[in-house]
């Protein structure tokens, strides 16, 4: 696996730099988008792309324009910035990257994004039976999941998000996409089906700081499942459910 890092700041590239390469991916930087954009006429040189959205001349977004209009959506895009609207994530998003990273970061979660952009490009590597994250184990060929070793039952559509989320750690999904991909259809954004879904599988599988995991969610950017280092002050005086202004729940 080869990644390319598009950062100006010399000292945040180094740091990502050792990063990856930490995680025994081999890694470039380029400090200029028309670089990147150079070494990307040959469209199988890298695997994931990482790019800093503010950047003098050229900048990340247009490198991600570039990209999505000359090579597809088959390279995987994490996009750095340091911008926390809705607006300008959504804006992210829309442009064609596959998940975002807000500045500062540590590098476990960056970790964490990249893995999955690269499972999710490469899904052959994936376990299709058993899934081990922390406590919780599911089994897909028995529709079972067990936490702390504990038999958790969910109801059929309650599963499949579940499996769907824990395969794709750190990936960020939209309400559509979630939809088309439990239920084959679109539902409306009145309907309470897919909150509720949620919901059960937040409260059944107890996802909170306390077993390493927390659902952030936004309305218009939708859902991901992450991992949590270890519970903050904030994450252990928030109630199971208990939505808080940064859109964690």
Known sequence: MKI???????????????AVEKMGYGCTHYSSGKELMSALRDPDMFDLLILDWELPEITGKDVLTWVRNNIGYSLPVLFLTSRTSEEDLVEAIEAGA???????????VLRVRMLSLLRRANPSDIDNTMIEVGPYVIDTRLRSVRLHNEPVSLAPKEFDLAVLFFRNMGRLFSRDALSASIWNREIPATSRTL??????????????????????SSYALGYRL??????????????????????TT
């Open 4 to 18: 390319a890092i598009l950062e100006d700041d010399l000292a945040q590239a180094a740091q990502m730099v050792q």
């Open 98 to 108: 596959d998940d975002y990273l807000v500045k500062p970061y540590t590098a476990q």
């Open 226 to 247: 992450e991992t949590v280092a270890e519970p903050s002050a904030a994450d252990a005086q928030a109630q199971p459910g208990q939505t808080r202004a940064n859109g």
């Open 195 to 216: 909150d509720t879904h949620l919901s059960n599988v937040r409260q059944k599988l107890q996802i909170r700081p306390e077993n390493g995991l927390r659902i952030v």
